[in-house]
């Protein structure tokens, strides 16, 4: 059976500082992989989306960068992290033949707090 | 452009009353439907989906019909229990590209014994 882990499950940040966060896909080859946001109260926003190795789209301009550098890995980083980069953040994978009715699952979650 | 539209909430209720929760979408195309439930402190878990117009996705006693004449996709549930206590999201499919989704912004319930 296929699972996704992320870690860490919990980080507390100054302003400024570096991050990141991983995510890992078992039990499955070539899967679309994603970074999603929730922030506080609101729905989530997806972030960036990647269908293999070294493809990565940004839905929005950020402070955020991802990367995918084996097929079932995926990470999202920052530099220089801001206080608005607080929030929940989910990663999720889905099969890579990208008919739209596949299913996306979603890992446990990060919480971030820059304080 | 494509989105979901839920209605706010939270919704409260009493165990065992019937559930709606409702959903909207405008979407270009014929858009795959999905409910998600996020439990507290924890990640979304899929809950259904329909895939074409006139489907019925169903799980653990909830139900949602893809109603593309009204482009709605309502949650439903006939008798809820405090369990169900939680956020749900619905979300849509943005085509045939990767299978990303666009989600609404979610609906909290609040189920009381």
């Known amino acids: 059976s296929q699972t996704i882990h992320q870690w860490p499950a919990t980080l507390v940040q100054p302003v400024g500082s570096p991050l990141s966060l991983e995510c890992t896909v078992e039990?499955?080859?070539?899967?679309?992989l994603y970074w999603y946001r929730q922030a506080a109260g609101r729905g989530l926003q997806l972030l960036f989306y990647?269908?293999?190795?070294?493809?990565i789209s940004s839905e929005v301009p950020q402070n955020l960068s991802a990367s995918r550098p084996q097929d079932r890995q995926f990470i999202l980083s920052s530099k220089k992290l801001l206080l608005s980069d607080s929030g929940f953040y989910l990663c999720a994978w889905s099969r890579g033949q990208g008919a739209n009715g596949n299913t996306i699952y979603f890992g446990e979650g990060s919480w971030l707090t820059v304080v | 452009g494509n989105s979901v539209t839920q209605m706010e909430g939270p919704v409260t209720l009493s165990e065992e009353a019937f559930l709606t929760i409702n959903c909207t979408y405008t979407?270009?195309?014929?858009?795959?439907l999905f409910w998600y439930v996020q439990y507290p402190g924890e990640g979304l878990q899929l809950l259904l989906k329909a895939t074409k117009a006139d489907d019925k996705g169903s799980n653990k006693g909830f139900e949602a019909t893809y109603r593309k004449e009204t482009t709605s996709f309502h949650l439903e549930k006939g008798s809820v229990q405090v369990s169900d206590s939680a956020v749900y999201f619905c979300a849509l499919s943005k085509g045939n590209q990767g299978g990303k989704l666009i989600f609404g912004q979610g609906t909290e319930l609040s189920v009381k014994p």
């Open positions: 990647s269908v293999g190795i070294g493809q």
């Open positions: 039990g499955t080859s070539n899967p679309n």
């Open positions: 979407a270009t195309g014929y858009p795959s």
